[in-house]
């Protein structure tokens, strides 16, 4: 894995500085407080902003839509095998293809958000049966976002349904290891691909955390 870069680095900085700011401004007793916390949150938003070459308004408008103590997003994905090939889906928003998943729902579990979104983006039903890895996206070479996760992935086995497109993603398919098309890197990485692959192998193996 290469070395993060400065770009890297800033982004990381600006993600703490906003972690920082949502909980200060949840936890502030006055005046004084909420606004140095404010500007806290106002100098995160420029950094992800020239990051980005946005408009900083947008980021700190997202940021004020999060309240409360401020802890990682939950990304969960799912591996799903048919004989020796795995399920992906073909992102619409940027072509590339990507285990199906998405950010877990409030009042789900992670297993059931994760067999909703399978549900919802291939048309097969599911059950999820192992958690084989809890990642921290930071660590990997994902493209940047602004707010830190965990990414979920669980091994899932077909009970139902079949093969289903979505306003989300435009196609389906099952892919043998030597044959994965152009990944979405923004939610899925070759070594995750490769992971689950290993993982189906060898159920005995522990879950992966870091």
């Known amino acids: 894995m290469n070395p993060p870069t400065y770009a890297d ?14 909980t200060g401004l949840y936890y502030a007793l006055n005046e004084f407080d909420r606004e140095r916390f404010g500007e806290v949150r106002a100098i995160a938003a420029e950094m992800m902003a020239a990051q980005w070459g946005a408009d900083p308004a947008a980021f700190h408008t997202m940021f004020s839509r999060d309240q409360g103590y401020a802890t990682p997003k939950v990304d969960v994905r ?24 998405g950010w877990a729902d409030l009042g789900q579990s992670a297993a059931q958000s994760v067999v909703r979104e399978i549900r919802e983006e ?29 990414k979920m992935i669980f091994l899932c086995e077909i009970v139902g349904g079949e093969a289903a497109a979505s306003n989300e993603t435009s196609a389906v398919g099952f892919f043998a290891q030597n044959e994965i098309p152009s990944l979405s890197l923004t939610r899925t990485l070759p070594e995750q691909i490769r992971m689950a692959f290993e993982h189906r192998a060898h159920p005995e193996w522990p879950t992966i955390f870091d």
């Open 9 to 22: 680095r800033a982004l990381r900085w600006a993600q703490r500085l906003q972690a920082i700011s949502q």
């Open 122 to 150: 291939s048309g097969y039903e599911t059950r999820a049966f192992k958690l084989l890895a809890v990642l921290e996206r930071d660590r990997y070479p994902h493209p940047p976002i602004p707010f830190a996760s965990f």
């Open 78 to 101: 799912g591996a799903v095998f048919q004989d020796d090939r795995i399920l992906l889906v073909q992102e619409r928003e940027d072509g590339g293809w990507t285990l199906p998943g």
